[in-house]
């Protein structure tokens, strides 16, 4: 084949995939522009009535990405669970929270898994010379690139309740965003301008005190899972930061900055 034939059959390759690519971005802006329907708004205020705080600004961005996340997300039933649209725009609702003012997405995501109530799962333990299989109930899972796992009942109750400090799918939802920087580790993909510097001594300091009042038996704001590890710190912090967020920017400013920074949100203004 002649070398012109080869280089343009290469280029109309190309400009095939552009004009696929310019398709797909064209139909996620309309998607991201578009509304909930009134049944739809009734239902994620009733199941997550945080939502009802928002600025109308806010909202209107939260329903579009809940559209997007709709589109994306294939939800399947574990155990006999049969998935309503009830659990779709709950969990959707939720998990969208967190990425409403951002400019990230959860690229990688295409399913999340339900169980009715809290399922088991199954956890090897070393003693040195053996290696143990041991089960544990768990609320929620969070894989690295997908997918999220959870507990319905603690999804229902978490979104219903805005203000007792736990949430499993934002808890779960916040690995995927920690995960988003190629790795789980309380490092996020930090906004522009925000320093990794600011980050480090807000979140260090955060959770070296967590850690010590969780082993001085002390009460904590956030859970004291979060005293589990840098990466849980964080996903409890982002949960906090939302359901307690004026007593987390009266007790903890400096992290609540950090997260305000990064989510360009400002929960502890919202009525």
């Known amino acids: 084949m002649a070398p012109w034939i080869i ?11 552009l004009f696929l690519r310019h398709l797909k971005q064209r139909r996620r802006e309309r998607i991201m522009a578009s509304s909930l329907t009134r049944e739809q708004r009734a239902t994620v205020e009733r199941l ?8 109308p600004p806010v909202r209107a961005s939260l329903e579009g990405k809940i559209n997007l996340f709709l589109d994306q997300i294939t939800f ?6 049969e998935v309503t649209d009830d659990m779709r725009l709950s969990i959707a609702a939720q998990a969208c929270l967190l990425i409403v003012n951002s400019p990230v997405w959860y690229d990688t995501l295409r399913n999340v898994l339900i169980y009715p109530s809290a399922f088991l799962t199954n956890r090897d333990t070393h003693d040195g010379q053996f290696v143990h299989e041991n089960s544990h109930a768990t609320l929620g899972e969070s894989w690295a ?22 949430n499993v799918v934002i808890h779960e939802f916040a690995h995927q965003l920690d995960g988003l920087s190629g790795h789980t580790n309380g490092i996020p993909l930090l906004r522009k301008g925000q320093a990794y510097a600011g980050w480090e001594r807000a979140m260090l300091d955060a959770f070296q005190d967590q850690v010590e009042r969780v082993q001085n038996g002390e009460p904590t704001l956030i859970d004291p899972y979060g005293a589990t590890s840098h990466q849980e710190f964080f996903a409890e912090a982002i949960v906090t930061f939302f359901e307690r967020s004026r007593a987390m920017r009266d007790q903890m400013p400096a992290l609540y900055e950090q997260l305000a920074t990064l989510l360009a949100l400002d929960p502890a203004q919202w009525h």
């Open 7 to 17: 280089l343009g059959t290469a280029l109309l390759f190309a400009a095939f995939l």
């Open 48 to 55: 997550v009535p945080l939502v009802r705080r928002l600025p």
């Open 76 to 81: 399947r039933g574990q155990n006999g669970l």
């Open 145 to 166: 690139r997908g997918p999220v796992i959870l507990s319905w009942d603690h999804a229902l109750h978490g979104g219903l309740d805005a203000e007792d400090g736990h």
